[in-house]
């Protein structure tokens, strides 16, 4: 199970940082990600991060965002820094098996003004 958390509301230049708390499986072995979905907008892959710590970042948050994970707390994250307004979108976390995405958390929202 993936339960994500730290969206909201934020002006255009703020930070957040969403969290990703996984359970029911083996998360320091796990492959994980981050996408997003805006409103009429296919959905986006955002950010990897594999079990040993190698990172992905899209073009289009590569310096602003940052994947990171915390396999003591089976936590994934990712911090948001200098917000767009084309920022806002649903965010998911994910899980890979076999580099396909075999789970999704319900998501959390992130409007940027």
């Known amino acids: 199970q993936l339960v994500e958390s730290g969206g909201g509301s934020v002006q255009a230049g703020g930070s957040l940082r969403l969290s990703c708390t996984a359970s029911?499986?083996?998360?320091?072995?796990?492959?994980m990600g981050w996408y997003r979905q805006a409103p009429g907008n296919e959905c986006e892959l955002v950010s990897t991060?594999?079990?040993?710590?190698?990172?992905y970042y899209a073009d289009s948050v590569k310096g602003r965002f940052t994947i990171s994970r915390d396999n003591a707390k089976n936590t994934l994250y990712l911090q948001l820094n200098s917000l767009k307004t084309e920022d806002t979108a649903m965010y998911y976390c994910a899980k890979y098996v076999d580099r396909l995405v075999d789970d999704w958390g319900q998501g959390t929202q992130v409007t940027v003004s």
């Open positions: 029911g499986f083996t998360f320091d072995d796990s492959d």
């Open positions: 991060i594999s079990s040993d710590g190698r990172t």
